[in-house]
C-alpha cells in the first residue's frame, strides 16, 4: 500500500524559509510523479508544484504562477523522498500542504487534484507577518 508522510513544516516569519519533506513507500518510487498542493482555512485545496518521474531526458517541474522564483520541487529517488524547498515566504501562504502521487505511472494535469489518487496526512505551514 502506497502511504506518503510529509514533514518540515512550522511557524516562520515572513521572509524566511522552509523545506517540506515528502516520504513515500509501497511502490518503485522513481516512477511515479508527485505533486505539492495546499489547502487555507475556508479555501479550496490548490496546485503548489509538480515533478515528473525520471525518463530519458530528465525530470519536469511545474509551478502554480503564485511560487514561481520562490519555490522549487525536487527528489531523491534514493531516500523515495521529495522535497518543496520554499523561500521569501508571505503570510498568504499559511496552509496545511499536502503531496500526493498518481495511481499509475500515467501523468495528465498536472495543476488538477483529480490527477493525482494517494495524498498524505498535510503539515501544517504558518507564517507570521
Known amino acids: 500500500q502506497v502511504q506518503l508522510v510529509e514533514s518540515g513544516g512550522g511557524l516562520v516569519q515572513a521572509g524566511g524559509s522552509l523545506r517540506l519533506s515528502c516520504a513515500a513507500s509501497g511502490r518503485t518510487f522513481s516512477s511515479y510523479a508527485m505533486g505539492w498542493f495546499r489547502q487555507a482555512p475556508g479555501k479550496e485545496r490548490e496546485f503548489v508544484a509538480a515533478i515528473t518521474a525520471i525518463s530519458w531526458s530528465g525530470v519536469a517541474t511545474y509551478y502554480a504562477d503564485f511560487v514561481k522564483g520562490r519555490f522549487t520541487i525536487s527528489r531523491d529517488n534514493a531516500k523515495n523522498t521529495v522535497y518543496l524547498q520554499m523561500n521569501s515566504l508571505k503570510p498568504e501562504d499559511t496552509a496545511v500542504y499536502y503531496c500526493?502521487?498518481?495511481?499509475?505511472?500515467?501523468?495528465?494535469?498536472?495543476?488538477?487534484?483529480?490527477?493525482?489518487?494517494?495524498w498524505g496526512q498535510g503539515t501544517q505551514v504558518t507564517v507570521s507577518s
Open positions: 500526493a502521487t498518481t495511481q499509475s505511472t500515467r501523468f495528465g494535469a498536472y495543476d488538477r487534484k483529480a490527477t493525482y489518487y494517494y
